[in-house]
């Protein structure tokens, strides 16, 4: 704490003050107050550590719910529901680093709007396993389903039409 401390270059005494600042956190912007110390005599600002930490919380939490974005634990639930490991997650969201999925987790990082639509989309159990498919990702066996360590059931051409691979699925490349 700063408050009250004399400033010795000029004899003055610092005081709190506060000012808006544009925060930017993963690409997006938050208009917030900020606390700091300013001399009474000469106006000389000082900054702290917990006060630019506070200002960042306080966007991370502006930003969340303007753009309506998974809370931490929400998104913990979300992985562990999947029965998936931090890097499996970021590998399904394109490469995502598994150090910002587990700070995304920890409420250290957050996901913007694009990740936080793909961490959505991985309830879509089509879409996950369309996108495991695609990112090389072995999926654990859903609850319900017996693991005999067989293949699972591969549905039925009708009419002996081979299906096609999915590599030649159109649009199929990123
Ligand atoms: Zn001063």
Same mark, same amino acid.
């Given at each position: 704490?700063?408050?009250?401390? @004399?400033? &010795?270059?000029? #004899?003055?005494?610092?005081?709190?003050?506060?000012?808006?600042?544009?925060?930017?956190?993963?690409?997006?912007?938050?208009?917030?107050?900020?606390?700091?110390?300013?001399?009474?005599?000469? %106006?000389? +600002?000082?900054?702290?550590?917990?006060?630019?930490?506070?200002?960042?919380?306080?966007?991370? +939490?502006?930003? &969340?719910?303007?753009?309506?974005?998974? +809370?931490?634990?929400?998104?913990?639930? @979300?992985?562990? #529901?999947?029965?998936?490991?931090?890097?499996?997650?970021?590998?399904?969201?394109? %490469?995502?680093?598994?150090?910002?999925?587990?700070?995304?987790? &920890? %409420?250290?990082? @957050?996901?913007?709007?694009?990740?936080?639509?793909?961490?959505?989309?991985?309830?879509?159990?089509?879409?996950?396993? &369309?996108?495991?498919?695609?990112? #090389?990702?072995? @999926?654990?066996?859903?609850?319900?389903?017996?693991?005999? #360590?067989?293949?699972?059931?591969?549905?039925?051409?009708?009419?002996?039409?081979?299906?096609?691979?999915?590599?030649?699925?159109?649009?199929?490349?990123?």
């Amino acid at each position: 704490m700063l408050e009250g401390h @004399l400033h &010795r270059l000029c #004899g003055g005494r610092y005081t709190l003050a506060s000012e808006t600042v544009h925060v930017r956190v993963s690409g997006m912007t938050a208009r917030v107050e900020r606390e700091f110390y300013q001399c009474a005599k000469c %106006g000389d +600002a000082q900054r702290t550590v917990e006060q630019r930490e506070a200002a960042e919380q306080a966007a991370v +939490a502006l930003l &969340r719910a303007e753009h309506g974005l998974l +809370a931490p634990k929400a998104i913990r639930q @979300l992985r562990e #529901g999947l029965g998936l490991t931090h890097a499996q997650v970021g590998e399904l969201l394109y %490469g995502v680093p598994k150090g910002i999925v587990e700070g995304w987790e &920890r %409420g250290r990082y @957050l996901q913007n709007p694009e990740a936080d639509a793909l961490l959505r989309s991985l309830e879509n159990r089509e879409e996950l396993e &369309r996108r495991a498919a695609k990112a #090389g990702v072995t @999926l654990p066996v859903p609850e319900g389903v017996t693991a005999d #360590g067989g293949a699972p059931p591969a549905p039925v051409p009708d009419h002996g039409v081979a299906v096609e691979p999915r590599a030649s699925e159109p649009g199929a490349t990123p």
